[in-house]
C-alpha cells in the first residue's frame, strides 16, 4: 500500500461499509487473531447485483477461491478477485450472517448481531437490498467433515493475518466484525478487524 491507500477500522461486534474503485485493491487484517469476518460486495452501479457466495461455488466448483480466482454476482459475472491470502487459508461460504433469532434461540436477547449490522452499515452507503445475501466469513473455521458435519471452531488466523481482493468493478464493500462470543468461532472474543482500501 502506498501514500494514497486509506484504512477502515471495524470495531468489534459492529459493521462498517466503503466505496471501492474498479481495480483497487482492499486487504482484511485480522488485527488481534482469531476474528471473523463477514463480507458483502455489492454492485455501486446496480444494487441488485452482488457477490453470490454459492454462484461462486457453483462457477468454481470449490468451497472457496483459491487466490487467483474471482468471486462472482448472481449473474455469474466476476465481481472481485481473490488476489491473496497469508492466514492458514480457512474461510467459509455456507453460513448465513449471525442473526438475532440465532442468539435468541440460546436466551441471548437484543445480542449484537451480523445481519443487523449489515443492514444498518449498508443504510449508512445508500443501500437498500431485498434481502440480507449470505456472506462470505473470512477466517471462520468450519470446513466440512466427511459425514457433512459443520463444526465451527475457533478461527485459525493469527494477528496481523490478512487476505486481499482486487474489484473488478466499482463497489459498496461491507464488513462486519463476527460478533459470536458464545461459540468457539471467535476464540469467544470479538475483536476489530482493519480494511485497507488501495491501488492494486
Avoid at 486487504?27 to 441488485?48: C, K, N, P, S, Y
Avoid at 435468541?104 to 445481519?115: A, R
Avoid at 477466517?139 to 466427511?146: C, G, I, L
Wanted: aromatic share 6%; with cysteine.
Amino acid at each position: 500500500m502506498n501514500e494514497t491507500a486509506r484504512s477502515v477500522t471495524v470495531p468489534a461486534r459492529q459493521g462498517r461499509a466503503f466505496t471501492v474503485a474498479a481495480g483497487e485493491l482492499v486487504t482484511i487484517v485480522d488485527v488481534e487473531g482469531h476474528q471473523v469476518g463477514d463480507l458483502w460486495v455489492i454492485d455501486a452501479a446496480d444494487h441488485g447485483r452482488w457477490l453470490s457466495t454459492s454462484h461462486t461455488r457453483d462457477r468454481l466448483d470449490r468451497m472457496f477461491p483459491r487466490p487467483g480466482e474471482s468471486f462472482t454476482d448472481q449473474f455469474g459475472a466476476p465481481i472481485a478477485e481473490f488476489t491473496a491470502d497469508d492466514s492458514p487459508g480457512r474461510h467459509d461460504m455456507l453460513f448465513p450472517p449471525c442473526n438475532r433469532w440465532l442468539y435468541e434461540s440460546h436466551g441471548l436477547v437484543d445480542h449484537p448481531n451480523c445481519h443487523d449490522n449489515f443492514l444498518a452499515a449498508a443504510a449508512s452507503a445508500g443501500v437498500t437490498l431485498p434481502v440480507v445475501p449470505d456472506p462470505v466469513n473470512l477466517f471462520q473455521n468450519s470446513a466440512p467433515e466427511p459425514d457433512g458435519t459443520l463444526n465451527v471452531l475457533p478461527a485459525a488466523s493469527a494477528a496481523g493475518d490478512s487476505v486481499a481482493l482486487r474489484l473488478l468493478r466499482p463497489a459498496v464493500v461491507v464488513l462486519t466484525s463476527c460478533s459470536v462470543d458464545n461459540w468457539p468461532t471467535n476464540n469467544k472474543n470479538c475483536t476489530p478487524l482493519l480494511a485497507l482500501i488501495g491501488p492494486a
